[in-house]
């Protein structure tokens, strides 16, 4: 298919104490619970590298959604886009932020704490938190630029594509072949208890032909091509994606709106004819442009999100969730 | 009968406040309804609702349920709604024919996100215009409905700022009005004493029945019960059973009688006391009793909590004078001044049934003044129920 | 039973009036604001009760002074986990 697109990003990536390379360079503040969002949200308004997370998971989770809930907020908070995280927490719920806050830190993150209860209400919170946005912001000022290459990424697929006709299917199929050809590790969703494998994906270069499965939200031990079990919610592949540590995440759309997340930017495919309104909302329309022509303007949609803010970011327009095992209590 | 001022709706009900509210009804909404209210004088909610192919059709029935009790809620003069496609955006008609001034944006026929923002701030300008047309007028206490809560339990909750809401919530049955008690799984432990109360063997079967499906669901989910309650924070607090939790939760209702038990979000039938099934979830809890049509809200607190809702104030009472100090920009009244002798669980009752009423008519509360609009969709928690008993 | 609404430190006495009766009561391990602690003694499998009803079940036998709390009881509902 020709020699994979060089990635072209207009600006240098940051190198974080761990290694890895982050394509932004966001202030994250997570409120464990949802009571503690209104405070995580007032502490980074105005700021405009503090990205607060808004979620709506409470002090009623049983077992298995607050795990679940505590591995997704960690992997958010630890991924090579973020700076520096900020817990921010309410006290007496069920996902400790302090506990959080630990197994940040552990991750080798640099993290800070607020406790809204600890420090005595919301304003002292507050201004508690935005003291700790400014040691993170100084501690992070030191991490280097580095260039950033195809090798460093990885790059999350929704699973959108899966069900797609084999005209419009084909071109994700294509960039997926090309990123691994060029040393990209590729994270795809796959829709649980979904039939939809990914097809056409010729894994040149990529020893495991069928991919490795992945857990949910769980980053992948080494290189290469990754399908991760994900819920049909686009939103919480979203989320999975990037806590598994996606840099950037391309989203076919065909459905809903577009939308982007918090901790890595999202490309938007559209694919009509549902998109054709979003034209101008979305990075690249798939229409009667030769394959080789679209999955290039892929490629380069992906490499640009890697150094220039996107629309949607441009926007404020993110969103997240985290999947609901059970009712809540 | 001593009036209060209210706002008079054509729906027939009384609201407390006069908003107008940007609600998204699916997810993918959410950011488009915060940037077509962000910087103006309406507000908004944000979730994460997304009607996916399996979704039960129970639960797609809750939710809009829920998100219909919400817009049409009195507290709101006028409300735009923000769908993706045309299908969501069919809720606009059942609010509509309940009488509110309604108005629709679907995203995928206004042009693209820029487009949808454009036709926001349209649509958006003349249900100001409406609302600010609007005034309070002379209305009866029984107009209100209040919804009573408890976050952040500790073990003087039972003991002080939960009768203390129940003393308000008897005088406010008593006035005729309607006070809703919820968070079925709090009152685990504490059915017995609730349906000794009920106003038919209907109601008290009722009573039973609600409490036993949240603990038949646990079970299923192969939990136990006690995981999740008491919390930690709770367990530090001083709560040490379920049961203890419960019985000092009930005490909020206060001591009339129960007229009725409603699913969660749905209007209640009758004025007094009435049960809501609703999950513990602070948040989730506090959005079904205002889509039931709760104005206000009490809500009692240990630990300090600082959430509230977009369209309903809520009322904060500390059950001890260290939150109510350390929390002060958070908490509205203190019923700790009870241990210290200052107060009578009678004279703390008067003072938030009298916040009740200053609240109703205007004056704001911590919560509203500090911007807080938590809300959270609540899913239909019995599928698993009904799927076992399916297959039986 | 009562409940602390200060700190209680060990070595407090505390005098507990029931109706005409008092008795003095040693605080013996510290308990927190907030927190319960025995007044008489709970025997192991006994009804723990406050607001006059059953709020769990003695796990062991506890004495006057002591602290009650989730070491000495257990809630009566059955769980997933117990029978």
Same mark, same amino acid.
Request: hydrophobic content about 45%; aromatic content about 4%.
């Given at each position: 298919?020709?020699e994979?697109?060089p ?18 360079h ?22 405009p590298?503090?990205?607060a997370? !808004?979620?709506?998971?409470?002090c ?29 927490s309410l ?28 420090s ?10 935005? !003291? ?5 912001r ?9 260039r950033?290459?195809?090798d ?6 929704e ?15 294509e ?9 990209a ?5 796959v829709?649980?208890?979904?039939? !939809?494998?990914?097809a ?26 990754f ?32 939308a982007?997340?918090p ?5 938007h ?6 998109a ?9 329309m798939l229409?009667d ?10 490629l ?14 441009g926007?404020?327009a993110?969103?997240m ?7 809540t209590? | ?18 908003h ?12 488009m ?55 969501p ?15 629709l ?5 206004a042009?693209?996100?820029r487009?949808?923002?454009? $036709? ?13 047309g ?19 339990s500790?073990?003087?909750?039972? &003991? ?9 919530s ?5 006035a005729g ?9 709090e009152? &685990? ?9 009920a ?12 409490i ?11 939990e ?5 309650n ?33 699913e ?22 506090m ?8 104005q ?6 240990g ?12 009322i ?16 509205d009244?203190n ?10 669980? $009678?004279?703390m ?11 109703? $008519? ?11 609009r ?19 | ?5 200060a ?26 604001? #907030? ?9 192991? #499998? ?18 006057p ?18 029978g």
């Open positions: 298919m020709g994979a697109v990635l072209v990003s207009t600006a240098p990536g940051r190198r974080r104490p761990s290694g890895a390379v982050g394509v932004r966001h202030f994250l503040v997570i409120p464990s619970v949802i009571c503690a969002a209104q405070a995580a949200l007032t502490i980074a308004e105005g700021m590298d503090a990205v997370i !808004e979620h709506q998971h409470g009623s989770q049983l077992g298995g959604d607050a795990h679940l809930t505590e591995l997704v907020l960690t992997g958010l908070g630890t991924h090579p886009n973020v700076a520096g995280t900020l817990v921010v006290g007496c719920e069920t996902v400790q932020g302090l506990l959080l806050h630990r197994s940040i830190v552990e991750c080798g993150q640099r993290a800070e704490f607020v406790g809204i209860q600890q005595g209400g919301t304003g002292a919170a507050i201004a508690a938190g935005r !003291e700790a946005l400014g040691r993170l100084g501690a992070a000022a030191a991490d280097p630029e580095a950033v290459g195809w460093d990424l990885r790059i999350g697929i699973a959108a594509w899966l069900g797609m006709p084999a005209a419009q299917a084909r071109v994700f199929a960039v997926t072949d090309q990123l691994l050809q060029a040393g590790t590729v994270i795809q969703a829709r649980e208890g979904s039939s !939809e494998q990914p056409g994906v010729s894994a040149l270069g990529n020893p495991n032909r069928e991919g490795i499965p992945l857990a949910y939200g769980t980053p992948p031990a080494g290189r290469g091509y399908l991760m079990a994900a819920p049909e919610s686009r939103i919480a592949q979203k989320t999975g994606l990037a806590a598994a540590g996606a840099h950037v995440i391309l989203s076919p759309f065909a459905s809903g709106l577009p982007g997340c901790v890595a930017p999202v490309v495919v559209g694919v009509g004819p549902y054709r309104p979003f034209a101008g909302d979305v990075d690249v229409d442009t030769p394959l080789p022509e679209l999955v290039g303007a892929v380069r949609a992906l490499g640009k999100a890697c150094g220039e803010e996107t629309a949607l970011e926007m404020g993110f969103e969730a985290i999947h609901r095992i059970a009712p209590m | 009968m001593e009036e209060i001022s209210l706002y008079h709706r054509p729906t027939g009900g009384w609201g407390v406040r006069n107008v509210l940007v609600l998204p009804l699916v997810a993918s909404a959410s950011s309804a915060r940037a077509v209210a962000r910087g103006t004088e309406a507000t908004w909610v944000e979730h994460d609702y997304e009607p996916l192919h399996d979704d039960l059709p129970r639960n797609h029935e809750r939710i809009a349920r829920t998100l219909v009790g919400f817009a049409t809620n009195p507290n709101v003069a006028a409300v735009l709604l923000i769908a993706d496609t045309g299908e955006g069919m809720l606009l008609e059942p609010i509509r024919a309940a009488g509110q001034r309604a108005d944006v679907i995203v995928a026929e042009g693209g996100l487009g949808a923002m454009e $036709q926001g701030r349209d649509r958006l300008a003349p249900l100001l215009s409406h609302a600010a609007c005034c309070r007028e002379p209305a009866p206490i029984s107009a209100l409905m209040l919804g009573t809560e408890c976050g952040g500790d073990a003087l909750s039972g &003991i002080t700022a939960n009768p203390a809401l129940g003393v308000a008897d005088h406010l049955v008593d009005g309607t006070v809703i008690l919820a968070e079925t799984t009152l &685990i432990g504490a059915e017995h004493l609730l349906a000794r109360r106003a038919s063997p209907a109601v008290a079967e009722e009573i039973y029945r609600i036993h499906r949240y603990e038949a669901v646990v079970k299923a989910h192969g136990d019960i006690r995981g999740a008491p919390t930690p924070g709770n367990i530090e607090g001083g709560l040490t059973t379920i049961e203890e939790k419960s019985l000092g939760a009930a005490k909020k209702g206060g001591s009339r009688t129960v007229g009725e038990v409603v969660f979000a749905v209007r209640p039938s009758t004025h007094g006391l009435v049960i809501m099934d609703t999950p513990g979830n602070d948040i989730e809890q959005v079904g009793m205002v889509a039931a049509g709760c206000v809200a009490v809500f009692t607190t630990r300090g909590t600082p959430t509230g809702s977009a369209i309903a104030p809520v904060k009472v500390a059950t001890n004078s260290h939150t109510a100090g350390r929390m002060r920009d958070n908490i009244l019923a700790g001044l009870i241990l210290e002798g200052t107060e009578t669980l $009678q004279s009752g008067r003072r938030i049934y009298e916040a009740i009423l200053a609240v109703a $008519q205007g004056e704001l509360t911590k919560a509203e003044r500090l911007g807080h938590e809300f959270a969709i609540s899913r239909y928690p019995f599928g698993i129920l009904d799927e076992a008993a399916t297959v039986r | 039973m009562v409940i602390a609404v700190p209680l430190q060990p070595g407090t006495e505390i005098e507990v009036r029931r109706g005409a009766a008092a008795a003095c009561v040693v605080v013996e391990t510290l308990i927190p604001f #907030g927190h319960k602690m025995a007044v008489a003694e709970i025997a192991a #499998g006994d009804p723990v009760i406050k607001y006059g009803e059953i709020i769990g079940v003695a796990t062991t036998a506890i004495r002074g002591q602290h009650v709390h989730v070491h000495n009881v257990r809630s009566d509902r059955a769980g997933a986990g117990d």
